[in-house]
C-alpha cells in the first residue's frame, strides 16, 4: 500500500473518542466535489476533488477502435487508461504505465463494460482516460467516480451511473475512506464500485487483513457512503446542462468568424430534406 | 500522433482569411490568445501551474528533490524537463512511449529555461560533487487546442517561479527556488505568405512553417526552434524575433503577476 | 401530438426510472423489470405512444436517409472513405455519384481533405454504412467555410419545417447546408457568415432550453436592427 516513508511508531490513527487524524469520524467522507464538462477536445470529461485527490477524466468515443484487430463486431470496447501525473505524488513518479495503473486500468474497463449498452455501437472503443494530478490514497474510486460523470456528459448510453469508494481499517477500526496516511499505516483496504440502482457491485478489491464480520462492515459503510456520491454525481451533470443555460442567457456569442466571398460551389442552393424536431 | 487528414476547405479558408489580413478566431496577426496561469494547482509538487492559453489548457508540475550533480557541474542543481501527450488531450494523442513530438516539446522548453540561466543553480548545491537539488519539470497536456510549445512554456515557467525548495528534507529551512531570469517564447507560424503568432490547432494543421523565439528580459534571443517543412527567409526571422520581443513582455507580465 | 411541458424537460441523467404511465419504451431508454429508465443523458420527450429521451450530448450515430457533410479520407480503386464525424468511416461507392467512374480513377474526381455533401443510403446491422452522391442536390463542396455543433443539436438548428433555419438566413442571406452529423457548411458575405456562425453557437448552447427561436430571433434583430420579414408562426417548442 502507498510509498511509505517512514513508520511512527505510535501514531494513533484513531482515539479512544473515534476521532481521526484529519477530524473525521469512522463513517465520514471527505469533501467531495465534482464539476462535469471541463475539457473542450474530449467528448465528455468530469473533474473530481476528493479531499487532496484532485482528478480528471475524459471520455472519447465511441470512436472507431485501434488497432483494428481489437475491434469487437458484436459491440463496443470500453478501454480506460488510468495515469497518474509524475507530480501527483511526494515521490517524482515515472512517467508512463507502470503495473500497477495497468491493473487498475483494466478493473475500471471491465466495471464500466457492465453497465455501457456497448452492444448499439459494434467495432467501436469508447475510451477513458483518468489522470491522477494530486494524489492522496483512492485515486481509483475518485476517478472511477469522475469518469461516470464524463460517461454520461459523453451521451454514452448506459443503465446507470457507476459509483466508487473505499473503507478500510485504522487503529483496529473499520473506517470509510481512507486518506494516505491512513491508508499507508492502516490495517486494511477495500475498494469497490457499485450500480446504485441496482446494487451490482463492478469492482471490489481487497488489500491487508479484516475478519468477514469486518468487511460486512466495510461494505456497509462503502455502500451507505456511495448513495451521497451518486447524488453529488447528478448533480454535477443537472449543474453543467443547466450552466449552459445560463451562460447562454448572457448571450453576445464568441468572437466573430469573418469570411471572404469565394467562388460559388458547384450545386443548387435547396433545403434540406426537413428533419423532425425534438 | 495519427495522421490527421485536413479538410481542403479549411485549408482554403484560413489560407484565403491571411492573406486578407485575418484569422479564423477573429484575432490579428500578432495577437495571442488570452492567457490564465494558475499558480500553485498541484500541492504535492515543489512549484505548479496550470495555464490556458486559449483553449489549450497545460498542467505542469515541478519536483524537487536530492539528487547527485553531472561530473561537470559539481556544484549546480540538475534540470530535467519531461512532456507528456496524454490521449485525454486529443483524439489525436496514443498512449505509449513520449513521441518524437513530446520529446521536441520537452527539449525546447527545457532549452529555454536553461539557456536563459532561469534559476541559479549554484544555490542548488548542497554538498559539491556529492548532492545537489534536481528539478523535475514535467508537462502534462490536458487539452489540445495549438501551440503547447508555449502554453509548455509559460506553464514551467510560472510552476519555476512559486517553486519551494524543500530543504527542511535535509534538516535546513526551505526557501523559494531562486529565479533569476523570465524567458518568454513566442511561436510563430507560417500560413501562406503571413505569420501569425500563437497558431491555434487549425492554424497549427495547415501551416507550413513554425518558429519558436525564446527572449529574456532584455529583449535578448535565448533559444529558437523552426519545425515542420516549410522555411522562413531571413526577414521572417527577423520579424519573429520582433514580435516575440513585443508579445513577449505582455505575456512575461502575466505570469510574474499570476 | 403530446408536446412536453416546460418542467418535463428537466435533464434526465442514466438510469433515472422514467414515469411511463402505459407508454412503451422509445430511443434513448431502457426497459427492466417492466419499467422504463433513462439510458442516456437528456430530455424526456413523449409522443407516438413512446417514452424517450432526446439526447443533449453525443457522438454521430449514422442513419439511413441522413444528409451529412463529410471528409474524404482515403481512396481505393472504385470508392472513397469518408469521414462523417461518427465512429463508422463511410464508404462512397463510385457508383453512388454522378460520374462515369473507370476503376482505379478514383482519383481524378476526389481527394484526400475534400468535402462533400451526400446522403446515406444504408445502415447494416453491423454499423456498415453506404453513402451516395447520386442526387443532383449533392456534391464536393467548395469555398465557404465548416463549423460544427453537437449532432444532438441539428434537430434545434433546423427547426421545425426549417423554421430555424428560415429565421437565420432570412436575416443574413447566407447559404447554409446543415449536416445530421453536426458539420455544417456557410457560404456568404462576412457579416452574414459572421451572423450566421454566431446564431449557431446560440443554438449549440441553448438548443435544449425553451425559448430558443426567440433568443435567435432576438440576438439576429438585435444584429441587423430590424424584424423578420416573414414571421414565424410556430415556435420550437411548439407551445405558441
Same mark, same amino acid.
Given at each position: 500500500?502507498?510509498?511509505?516513508e517512514?513508520?511512527?511508531k505510535e501514531?494513533?490513527?484513531?482515539?479512544?473518542?473515534?476521532?481521526?487524524?484529519d477530524g473525521?469520524?469512522?463513517?465520514?467522507l471527505?469533501?467531495?466535489?465534482?464539476?462535469?464538462?471541463?475539457?473542450?477536445?474530449a467528448d465528455?470529461?468530469?473533474?473530481i476533488?476528493?479531499?487532496?485527490?484532485?482528478?480528471?477524466?475524459?471520455?472519447?468515443?465511441?470512436?472507431?477502435?485501434?488497432p483494428?484487430?481489437?475491434?469487437?463486431?458484436a459491440?463496443a470496447l470500453?478501454?480506460?487508461?488510468y495515469?497518474?501525473a509524475p507530480?501527483s505524488v511526494?515521490?517524482?513518479?515515472r512517467?508512463?504505465p507502470?503495473?500497477?495503473?495497468?491493473?487498475?486500468?483494466?478493473v475500471?474497463?471491465?466495471?464500466?463494460?457492465?453497465?455501457v449498452?456497448v452492444?448499439?455501437?459494434?467495432?467501436t472503443?469508447v475510451?477513458?482516460?483518468?489522470?491522477?494530478?494530486q494524489?492522496?490514497?483512492?485515486?481509483?474510486?475518485?476517478?472511477l467516480t469522475a469518469?461516470?460523470?464524463a460517461?454520461?456528459?459523453?451521451?454514452?448510453?448506459?443503465?446507470?451511473?457507476?459509483?466508487s469508494?473505499?473503507s478500510?481499517?485504522i487503529?483496529?477500526?473499520?473506517a470509510?475512506d481512507?486518506?494516505?496516511?491512513?491508508?499507508?499505516?492502516?490495517?486494511?483496504?477495500?475498494?469497490?464500485a457499485?450500480?446504485?440502482?441496482t446494487?451490482?457491485?463492478?469492482?471490489?478489491?481487497m488489500?491487508?487483513?479484516?475478519t468477514?464480520d469486518?468487511f460486512?462492515?466495510?461494505?456497509?459503510?462503502s455502500i451507505?457512503a456511495?448513495k451521497?456520491i451518486?447524488?453529488?454525481?447528478?448533480d454535477?451533470?443537472?449543474?453543467?446542462?443547466?450552466?449552459m443555460?445560463e451562460?447562454?442567457?448572457?448571450?453576445?456569442?464568441?468572437p466573430?468568424?469573418?469570411s471572404?466571398l469565394?467562388p460559388?460551389?458547384?450545386?443548387?442552393?435547396?433545403?434540406?430534406?426537413e428533419?423532425?424536431?425534438? | 500522433?495519427?495522421?490527421?487528414?485536413?479538410?481542403?476547405?479549411?485549408?482554403?479558408?484560413?489560407?484565403?482569411?491571411?492573406?486578407s489580413?485575418?484569422?479564423s478566431d477573429?484575432?490579428?496577426?500578432?495577437?495571442p490568445r488570452?492567457?490564465?496561469?494558475h499558480?500553485?494547482?498541484?500541492?504535492t509538487?515543489e512549484g505548479?501551474?496550470?495555464?490556458?492559453?486559449g483553449?489549450t489548457?497545460?498542467?505542469v508540475?515541478?519536483?524537487?528533490?536530492?539528487?547527485?550533480?553531472?561530473?561537470?557541474?559539481?556544484?549546480?542543481?540538475?534540470?530535467?524537463?519531461?512532456?507528456?501527450l496524454i490521449?485525454? /488531450?486529443?483524439?489525436?494523442?496514443?498512449?505509449g512511449?513520449p513521441?518524437p513530438?513530446?520529446?521536441?516539446l520537452?527539449?525546447?522548453?527545457d532549452?529555454?529555461?536553461?539557456e536563459t540561466?532561469?534559476?541559479?543553480t549554484?544555490?542548488?548545491?548542497i554538498?559539491?560533487?556529492e548532492?545537489?537539488w534536481?528539478?523535475?519539470i514535467?508537462?502534462?497536456?490536458?487539452?489540445?487546442?495549438?501551440?503547447?510549445?508555449?502554453?509548455a512554456?509559460?506553464?514551467?515557467?510560472?510552476a519555476?517561479s512559486?517553486a519551494?525548495?524543500?530543504a527542511?528534507?535535509?534538516?535546513?529551512a526551505?526557501y523559494?527556488?531562486?529565479?533569476?531570469h523570465w524567458?518568454i517564447?513566442?511561436?510563430? /507560424?507560417?500560413?501562406?505568405?503571413s505569420?501569425?503568432?500563437?497558431p491555434?490547432?487549425?492554424e497549427?494543421?495547415i501551416?507550413?512553417a513554425?518558429?519558436?523565439?525564446t527572449t529574456?528580459?532584455?529583449?535578448?534571443?535565448?533559444?529558437m526552434?523552426k519545425?515542420?517543412?516549410?522555411s522562413?527567409n531571413?526577414?521572417?526571422?527577423?520579424?519573429?524575433?520582433?514580435t516575440?520581443?513585443r508579445?513577449?513582455?505582455?505575456?512575461?507580465?502575466?505570469i510574474?503577476?499570476? | 401530438?403530446e408536446?412536453?411541458a416546460?418542467?418535463?424537460?428537466?435533464v434526465?441523467?442514466?438510469?433515472?426510472?422514467?414515469d411511463?404511465?402505459?407508454?412503451?419504451?422509445?430511443?434513448?431508454?431502457?426497459?427492466?423489470?417492466?419499467?422504463?429508465?433513462a439510458?442516456?443523458?437528456?430530455?424526456?420527450?413523449?409522443?407516438?405512444?413512446l417514452?424517450?429521451?432526446?439526447?443533449?450530448?453525443?457522438r454521430?450515430i449514422?442513419r439511413s436517409?441522413?444528409?451529412?457533410?463529410g471528409?474524404?479520407?482515403?481512396?481505393?480503386?472504385?470508392?472513397w472513405?469518408?469521414d462523417?464525424?461518427?465512429?463508422?468511416?463511410?464508404?462512397?461507392?463510385?457508383?453512388e455519384t454522378p460520374?462515369?467512374?473507370?476503376?482505379?480513377?478514383t482519383?481524378?474526381?476526389l481527394h484526400?481533405?475534400d468535402v462533400l455533401?451526400?446522403?446515406i443510403?444504408s445502415v =447494416?446491422?453491423?454499423?456498415?454504412v453506404?453513402l451516395?452522391m447520386?442526387?443532383r442536390?449533392?456534391?464536393?463542396?467548395?469555398g465557404?467555410?465548416?463549423?460544427?455543433?453537437s449532432?444532438?443539436?441539428?434537430?434545434?438548428l433546423i427547426g421545425?419545417?426549417g423554421?430555424?433555419?428560415?429565421?437565420i438566413? =432570412?436575416?443574413t442571406?447566407?447559404?447554409m447546408?446543415?449536416?445530421?452529423?453536426g458539420?455544417i457548411w456557410?457560404d456568404?458575405?462576412? =457579416?452574414?457568415?459572421?451572423h450566421?456562425?454566431?446564431a449557431i453557437?446560440l443554438v449549440e448552447?441553448?438548443?435544449?432550453?425553451?425559448?430558443?427561436t426567440?433568443?435567435?430571433?432576438e440576438?439576429?434583430?438585435?444584429a441587423y436592427?430590424?424584424?423578420?420579414s416573414?414571421?414565424?408562426?410556430?415556435?420550437d417548442?411548439g407551445r405558441?
Amino acid at each position: 500500500m502507498g510509498d511509505v516513508e517512514h513508520i511512527p511508531k505510535e501514531l494513533k490513527l484513531i482515539d479512544e473518542s473515534g476521532v481521526r487524524l484529519d477530524g473525521r469520524r469512522y463513517d465520514e467522507l471527505r469533501p467531495i466535489r465534482i464539476e462535469a464538462g471541463v475539457l473542450k477536445k474530449a467528448d465528455g470529461s468530469a473533474y473530481i476533488e476528493w479531499g487532496n485527490n484532485k482528478v480528471l477524466a475524459a471520455v472519447y468515443g465511441p470512436r472507431e477502435a485501434h488497432p483494428r484487430h481489437l475491434q469487437d463486431p458484436a459491440k463496443a470496447l470500453v478501454q480506460c487508461r488510468y495515469n497518474m501525473a509524475p507530480f501527483s505524488v511526494t515521490e517524482r513518479k515515472r512517467p508512463g504505465p507502470d503495473r500497477r495503473s495497468v491493473e487498475i486500468s483494466k478493473v475500471i474497463s471491465e466495471a464500466f463494460a457492465s453497465v455501457v449498452f456497448v452492444e448499439q455501437f459494434p467495432r467501436t472503443s469508447v475510451d477513458i482516460f483518468i489522470e491522477v494530478l494530486q494524489a492522496d490514497a483512492g485515486t481509483r474510486c475518485a476517478g472511477l467516480t469522475a469518469a461516470s460523470v464524463a460517461l454520461a456528459d459523453a451521451g454514452i448510453p448506459m443503465r446507470d451511473l457507476v459509483t466508487s469508494c473505499a473503507s478500510g481499517k485504522i487503529g483496529g477500526v473499520v473506517a470509510l475512506d481512507l486518506n494516505k496516511d491512513e491508508d499507508n499505516f492502516g490495517e486494511a483496504d477495500c475498494p469497490m464500485a457499485i450500480v446504485p440502482r441496482t446494487g451490482e457491485i463492478v469492482l471490489l478489491q481487497m488489500d491487508g487483513h479484516l475478519t468477514v464480520d469486518e468487511f460486512e462492515r466495510a461494505m456497509d459503510l462503502s455502500i451507505v457512503a456511495t448513495k451521497g456520491i451518486y447524488e453529488l454525481q447528478r448533480d454535477a451533470l443537472r449543474r453543467r446542462y443547466s450552466a449552459m443555460a445560463e451562460q447562454a442567457m448572457e448571450a453576445p456569442p464568441p468572437p466573430p468568424i469573418p469570411s471572404e466571398l469565394p467562388p460559388p460551389p458547384d450545386m443548387p442552393e435547396d433545403e434540406l430534406p426537413e428533419v423532425d424536431d425534438l | 500522433m495519427t495522421a490527421v487528414v485536413i479538410s481542403e476547405l479549411m485549408r482554403e479558408h484560413i489560407n484565403r482569411l491571411a492573406a486578407s489580413g485575418k484569422r479564423s478566431d477573429g484575432r490579428v496577426f500578432d495577437e495571442p490568445r488570452s492567457l490564465t496561469v494558475h499558480k500553485n494547482y498541484i500541492k504535492t509538487a515543489e512549484g505548479s501551474a496550470r495555464v490556458q492559453l486559449g483553449n489549450t489548457d497545460v498542467l505542469v508540475g515541478v519536483k524537487i528533490d536530492v539528487g547527485e550533480p553531472y561530473a561537470d557541474t559539481p556544484n549546480q542543481g540538475v534540470l530535467t524537463t519531461s512532456a507528456e501527450l496524454i490521449p485525454m /488531450a486529443s483524439p489525436n494523442f496514443e498512449s505509449g512511449p513520449p513521441s518524437p513530438t513530446a520529446i521536441e516539446l520537452a527539449r525546447v522548453v527545457d532549452r529555454g529555461i536553461r539557456e536563459t540561466k532561469t534559476v541559479n543553480t549554484e544555490k542548488l548545491c548542497i554538498t559539491p560533487k556529492e548532492k545537489v537539488w534536481i528539478m523535475f519539470i514535467d508537462i502534462h497536456a490536458l487539452d489540445y487546442d495549438g501551440n503547447l510549445f508555449d502554453a509548455a512554456s509559460y506553464g514551467a515557467l510560472s510552476a519555476l517561479s512559486c517553486a519551494i525548495v524543500p530543504a527542511s528534507k535535509i534538516g535546513k529551512a526551505d526557501y523559494p527556488l531562486p529565479l533569476e531570469h523570465w524567458p518568454i517564447s513566442v511561436t510563430s /507560424a507560417k500560413i501562406g505568405s503571413s505569420i501569425v503568432v500563437d497558431p491555434n490547432l487549425d492554424e497549427e494543421r495547415i501551416a507550413d512553417a513554425r518558429l519558436t523565439v525564446t527572449t529574456d528580459e532584455n529583449g535578448d534571443v535565448r533559444a529558437m526552434q523552426k519545425g515542420l517543412k516549410g522555411s522562413f527567409n531571413l526577414e521572417e526571422v527577423r520579424g519573429a524575433i520582433r514580435t516575440s520581443q513585443r508579445v513577449g513582455r505582455t505575456l512575461r507580465e502575466v505570469i510574474q503577476q499570476g | 401530438m403530446e408536446r412536453s411541458a416546460p418542467a418535463r424537460r428537466e435533464v434526465v441523467i442514466p438510469g433515472d426510472l422514467l414515469d411511463g404511465h402505459g407508454l412503451k419504451p422509445g430511443s434513448g431508454t431502457f426497459n427492466e423489470g417492466g419499467r422504463i429508465y433513462a439510458a442516456r443523458l437528456g430530455i424526456v420527450s413523449e409522443r407516438d405512444g413512446l417514452v424517450s429521451v432526446t439526447p443533449l450530448s453525443g457522438r454521430y450515430i449514422p442513419r439511413s436517409q441522413d444528409v451529412v457533410i463529410g471528409k474524404v479520407m482515403d481512396l481505393g480503386p472504385s470508392h472513397w472513405l469518408v469521414d462523417i464525424n461518427s465512429p463508422y468511416p463511410a464508404p462512397l461507392n463510385a457508383k453512388e455519384t454522378p460520374w462515369m467512374v473507370e476503376f482505379g480513377d478514383t482519383e481524378r474526381y476526389l481527394h484526400v481533405g475534400d468535402v462533400l455533401l451526400a446522403e446515406i443510403v444504408s445502415v =447494416d446491422e453491423a454499423m456498415r454504412v453506404q453513402l451516395s452522391m447520386a442526387d443532383r442536390q449533392f456534391g464536393r463542396l467548395s469555398g465557404g467555410q465548416i463549423v460544427q455543433i453537437s449532432p444532438a443539436k441539428v434537430p434545434r438548428l433546423i427547426g421545425r419545417q426549417g423554421s430555424m433555419i428560415g429565421l437565420i438566413r =432570412d436575416f443574413t442571406q447566407v447559404r447554409m447546408f446543415v449536416g445530421q452529423n453536426g458539420m455544417i457548411w456557410l457560404d456568404g458575405d462576412a =457579416d452574414g457568415v459572421r451572423h450566421t456562425a454566431n446564431a449557431i453557437r446560440l443554438v449549440e448552447d441553448r438548443g435544449h432550453l425553451p425559448g430558443l427561436t426567440d433568443a435567435v430571433r432576438e440576438y439576429l434583430e438585435r444584429a441587423y436592427g430590424r424584424s423578420a420579414s416573414t414571421p414565424t408562426e410556430v415556435d420550437d417548442d411548439g407551445r405558441r
